[in-house]
């Protein structure tokens, strides 16, 4: 809580949010999820301002939509590299994907629940892009086999560096 009245913050408090974020749900769920960090070291954390609690729903959506319905678990990845001039910051999960959360099939029943986190997050980031140069971009990736079944959602952020 003590980023949540934040406009902005630096990466590394943001990271250090969603790392005590993801333990406590680790040890909510015990051997149900896995998970790591992979940080740039060559990345100034504390000079890269982006808007508070922006990586957090993707996380939460991961572990909550993604990791948990499945019987057996999963992991997640949340890395954070540099490309160029840009920061990418990378959630990666080998959930049931975003489709089969959205059918519900595991549970057998229909989905009645209308997420809003990622369009919530998109309206925050769009506003933070028209107050700022950052321009941070979200691209959703399905990941998929050779026959078309899920093998998870990624979702990289990437806004430009300080």
Not at 41 to 59: R, T
Not at 70 to 90: N, Q, Y
Not at 107 to 126: A, I
Not at 154 to 161: E, H, N, R, S, Y
Request: charged share 30%; glycine share 8%.
């Amino acid at each position: 809580f003590q980023n949540s009245d934040k406009r902005e913050i630096n990466l590394y408090d943001e990271i250090e949010t969603c790392r005590l974020y993801v333990q406590l749900e680790s040890m909510r769920f015990g051997s149900k999820l896995h998970y790591e960090f992979n940080i740039d070291n060559s990345i100034d954390l504390k000079s890269v301002q982006l808007p508070a609690l922006i990586i957090q729903p993707f996380l939460e959506n991961a572990i909550w939509h993604g990791i948990m319905p499945r019987e057996e678990g999963g992991s997640l990845i949340l890395s954070i590299v540099r490309k160029g001039l840009d920061i990418c910051c990378i959630i990666d999960d080998d959930g049931i994907g975003r489709e089969m959360s959205k059918q519900s099939k595991f549970r057998g029943e229909p989905s009645t629940h209308d997420s809003k986190g990622v369009h919530l997050t998109q309206n925050r980031l769009d506003v933070d892009n028209m107050l700022t140069d950052r321009h941070t971009q979200v691209e959703i990736i399905d990941k998929k086999d050779g026959q078309g079944n899920s093998l998870g959602t990624k979702v990289i952020l990437t806004f430009k560096d300080a």
